[in-house]
């Protein structure tokens, strides 16, 4: 058990993935010599040879389908995407090939593919439009996905060794800010945290909140000033969004009676417009209160200058001020 | 029915130079010619009102019959197109097989009815689905080939599309991967001058797409699709070149589209009948008929029971497909993820 | 004043505004001498010639990319994708070129270009898992973009007008079993329709409706059903999904005090999702009933063989039930 | 600093045979002195905390100026990449802006400080606006092009990408189109034998990318992009070539990246001492000094005096820049439709 940051998690989840099983291999741009443009492969290309750390041509389309032909005949592949905002042109390769492949072929191909990306944004990640794009809503419509996102440095680990053995396509998305501040125990062994399941971060009777990523920190960090105020936020970390976990989100809701979501992406169709609809549908006769969404604004992405993209993010600030009109609903 | 060759031996004629056999002839033959029945079959279905799509392949069957046989049709994979049907035979898929995708019956091997006609696929055979995007079947071969590789397998892996559809970014793109990792797969594009409506002259600047794989490093050849063993010749040779780890081939057959894009178009909007029929002359089945009968391999009888008993098939195929089940509506919801 | 269908007012539009203004042109695969797989520029190539009815090799990224920079020199173009399941390799241009060129440039570039794509399944549409997507959930999601989706002919035609002279990105949306079903009054001038104000179908007080696209008519037909049975319900025609006519639908929510939405796209996160979170959290007060979504299955997309692709489709039958049901709520 | 030819006459000289003035020698130095001078001034800030990321174009200038001086810098488009500075100077774009843009001010040209540093546009100077995912301008650039030939406005597109980026699909399709259509466009490659880590090799298996020109039916160059009057040489050809309508032209410029892949790549890491030593050697802003030297164009007096004029306007841009009013919160939500 050693404290680590989520990206040194990430990478011992493939370090060991590898060791386990010969089929496993990394591909994507700068994943070799340099270890990847975050370090999540760092020294893997001495460990494992060029072969399975496989540094490819800049082509975001290529990757994917090269992993989809790769699993069709027997290699587990791990394909890396730069930045989330970089897996478009890799778009039709995700949802009409490997989202595809089991169900058009009535099940006699699979496609077991991991294509991890990095996401997000905020005045600290400096990207700009094109280096902190929320992909989420995109592909978490697409049946035939599944779509992951780690809070803690353990569902990291434990959620990336699954989407790994999962016989499935998983995109596992990771937030750019929590690489580096999200810490926490992880341990030495071999464990897995299953993909579907959300969990309760924060129990509280005044209302739900159901995040993931880094906005869980904003929200955890506005329950926290709430709760002086005698507001008793429960937080949900949604962690997998597709499979969602509908039955957490419900009893949540049934508890407290106020739903809210919050996500950092621009709000017109991003993942919370699924969450509230959900509510607004099968636990309407909990509900004692409009179901409020928190989220991005509708511009393109977050721009890089930080005047503008402290203007963009939601904040605790934000949440905080949303939880207490919810809450004197 | 003149048998011009009657006498031709191994050493004087082509087939024999290249070591095929008078039953190797006459096995591909059979194949070209069943593919083009069943086709034919196909589009009398679909005109009389029994099915509702037909794509085909007629026209393509010889080069696709012609390489195929220089693979090995157990070990090595195929990822088809839309045209694939002789290929897919040839890999052994029966005619039963490919009626049922045309029905979209249950037993459709190819996708339980789910894909339209013409979306070939079969596991035990190695044949990866086909989806309907063109081109991106272009880097599963390539991922297919590199898992070769990787493996040891000494599988290749061949794969087809277009000239139309060489007009993508995927296409560009597992080329390139292809010639960097000298990979063992065979691109096949099978140029019949049009995409849909759309001319060569508007799909690209060159006689030859096979000029291209110069630009990745590797070998671009041109062979008269309609000409069976010079087919075969160029598929050995990029076997060969796979096997001794030399890397990829790219192998552009010059084929003639005998029928519409598809059951939904009409080509003499934009066809002119000339051009259709300047493209009946290098009809394959026709022109390896001839050359059987040259070397005296096909006579009046052969051809009498071969195409008898691909009637048979045919019509056995049919009538099976007609009366298989259709897929249970209560399955729509199947196989999204892996069950278990 | 013709009587017309949905497909020959799509050509009409284009015809005028080609004859009208020599930038706009129209560029796609077949668009040529074959007039396009529907017949949308049938007879273009003879009255307008090569150079402004171009047919281009089969490479959607380009089709779109090509347009974005004839439109930043001043041209006009139309887009046809030949079908929507093709618009995938796309993506790249249209989420991060197109729908940004405005916001990126901080004004200084636009992107008028319209992008219009035939979607849409249905038994009838005989069109399997790769010509029969619904798409609009992709795109409704893009701040930059525009989606629009007629449902009758007159529309149709003032539509892609509108679009076309519009000064950003438009995506346009063409179900396929309207182009021949759906026929009405086509005024042979010119006219606007304009982009974003949606349309009461069908007057009622017992339940709101909201749907589009070929969803409308089965809601209409369910409309008729169960008006006998004394359910009222009023029909609304969304026609714009971006930007969303938030004030008609929060409108005729506020009237009837239940919401209903009806989609053939997959549920989850379909576009249904969005206006289900805009009422719940919007017209909370008003609300008497679960918001309901009638969509389709969690599967890739419309299987071929008929009973498979009846399966699938929601249908007016269905619809009628679930209104039955939300009525008795 | 010994002038080894301080007679050398317009006949005898490299520049002469190519219709060079000493005067245009100069400007063309200016330009490529000033853009180096910037780009270093850009790392001092990023590495002093004033600002958060550089990209630059550090050995690409020389190419950049080269072929950007045989268009017409008015009437002609540009297309860049994020390495284009010395490109976009060229183009008329001023110190000011472009510090405006790295300091992401209100006043930013580009994209009112919306964008990263180095992703250039500005409208007057028809420099169309920069993204990050690479490949996307290449078909930009071809309608653009496209606009120009249907419009007739004799204009021609200059677009440039690095050796990683024709690895994309959208490079090919752009190729493929401007080669159908014989479009006014040329088609820059600055290929510094690195995509960030990705060595050449594993990019491609062919020396030169340019020999992929010919599958697109149009001429492929290579260029040593260190040397100014051959990136210029070059350029006029392919105007020649696009105001003729004859079409495109590739230029492959072998260029050298001098910095780390940008402020947040430690370059150690993947590339031997050795290769960077090389590559210094290949440094255009030195070797293009030495020929002004050598054929007398270029004395002390006259450096002294372009770097000291330089240095001045360094430091304005950068007291400009740093003072500049930020961009206003409030407008977060503008510009994402025509406001009108
Ligand atoms: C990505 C994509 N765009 C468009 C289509 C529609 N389409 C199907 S086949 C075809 C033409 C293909 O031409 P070619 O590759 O030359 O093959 P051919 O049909 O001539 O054998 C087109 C445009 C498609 N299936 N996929
Ligand atoms: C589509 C896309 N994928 C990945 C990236 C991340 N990225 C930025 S620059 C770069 C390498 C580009 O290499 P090259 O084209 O050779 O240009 P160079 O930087 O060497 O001048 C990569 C991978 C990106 N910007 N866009
Ligand atoms: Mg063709
Ligand atoms: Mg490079």
Not at chain 1, 235 to 257: F, N
Not at chain 1, 300 to 320: G, N, R
Not at chain 2, 302 to 308: A, K, L, M, Q, V
């Amino acid at each position: 058990m050693a404290e680590m940051r989520l990206i040194d998690a990430v990478r011992q989840a493939m370090y060991e993935e590898m060791q386990r099983d010969e089929r496993v291999l990394v591909l994507g741009e700068d994943v070799g010599l340099k270890g990847g443009v975050f370090g999540a492969t760092d020294g893997f290309y001495a460990e494992f040879g060029e072969a399975r750390v496989l540094d490819t041509p800049l082509a975001e389309s290529l990757i994917v389908g090269v992993a989809v032909g790769m699993a069709a005949n027997g290699l587990v592949p791990i394909a890396e995407i730069q930045f989330s905002d970089f897996i478009h042109p890799a778009f039709n390769q995700i949802v009409s090939e490997a989202a595809r492949m089991r169900y058009r072929s009535n099940g006699a191909f699979g496609c077991p593919i991991t294509i991890r990306a990095p996401y997000g944004g905020g005045v600290e990640v400096h990207g700009g439009l094109y280096h902190s794009q929320s992909i989420e809503a995109f592909y978490a419509h697409v049946p035939g996905l599944k779509v992951v996102t780690p809070y803690t440095p353990y569902d990291a680990k434990g959620l990336l060794k699954a989407a790994i053995r999962d016989p499935d396509p998983v995109l596992f998305l990771e937030h750019k800010r929590l690489y580096r501040s999200a810490r926490g125990e992880v341990p030495d062994d071999d464990y897995l945290v299953p993909i579907g399941p959300a969990v309760v971060r924060r129990q509280g009777t005044t209302l739900s909140v159901f995040a993931y990523g880094q906005m869980l920190h904003e929200t955890l960090q506005a329950g926290s000033q709430v709760a002086e105020e005698g507001i008793d936020a429960e937080v949900v970390d949604l962690r997998t969004l597709r499979p969602l976990d509908t039955e957490t989100i419900l009893a949540s809701v049934r508890k407290t009676s106020k739903a809210m979501i919050v996500y950092e992406d621009n709000r017109f169709m991003g993942f919370g417009a699924e969450v509230a609809a959900l509510i607004a549908e099968e636990a309407f006769d909990a509900l004692d209160g409009p179901i409020v969404r928190v989220a991005g604004p509708e511009v393109p992405a977050v721009p890089y200058s930080d005047p503008l993209a402290a203007a963009f993010m939601p904040t605790a600030a934000k949440i905080a001020d949303a939880m207490r009109r919810l809450a004197a609903y | 029915m003149a048998v011009q060759n009657p006498n031709a031996t191994t050493a004087t004629t082509r087939h024999g130079a290249l070591g095929l056999s008078a039953e190797d002839l006459l096995e591909m033959y059979s194949h070209i010619a069943l593919a083009r029945a069943i086709d034919e079959r196909m589009w009398v279905l679909q005109r009389a009102g029994m099915v509702s799509f037909v794509i085909s392949g007629q026209g393509h069957e010889g080069a696709q019959v012609g390489v195929m046989w220089a693979t090995d049709r157990q070990h090595d994979w195929l990822v088809p197109f839309y045209r694939s049907l002789a290929a897919c035979l040839t890999k052994g898929m029966t005619a039963r097989d490919l009626m049922l995708g045309l029905f979209a019956r249950h037993g459709d091997p190819s996708s339980g009815g789910r894909q339209m006609p013409a979306h070939w696929a079969h596991a035990a055979h190695k044949i990866l689905s086909t989806s309907s995007p063109v081109g991106t079947q272009y880097p599963h071969a390539v991922g297919i080939a590199y898992a070769a590789k990787l493996r040891g397998s000494g599988e290749l892996c061949v794969v087809s599309i277009g000239e139309g559809g060489t007009s993508q970014g995927d296409w560009h793109e597992a080329l390139n991967f292809a010639g960097i990792h000298r990979l063992p797969v065979i691109f096949i594009v099978e140029n019949n001058r049009y995409a849909i409506s759309v001319p060569q002259r508007l799909q690209m600047a060159v006689d030859d797409v096979a000029v291209r794989a110069a630009g990745y490093g590797f070998p671009g050849v041109v062979v008269d699709g309609s000409d069976v063993l010079a087919s075969y010749e160029a598929g050995r040779e990029a076997v060969r070149r796979a096997r001794a780890g030399e890397g990829p081939t790219l192998i552009e057959c010059k084929v003639e589209r005998l029928t519409a894009h598809s059951s939904e178009d009409r080509q003499e909007k934009y066809r002119p009948t000339a051009d259709l029929e300047a493209a009946r002359s290098k009809d394959p089945l026709v022109v390896f008929k001839h050359y059987l009968e040259q070397v005296g391999v096909l006579d009046e009888a052969r051809y009498t029971e071969i195409h008898n008993r691909i009637k048979a098939v045919v019509n056995d195929a049919t009538e099976y497909a007609e009366q298989a089940p259709w897929p249970d509506p209560a399955t729509v919801g199947r196989h999204v993820y892996l069950e278990g």
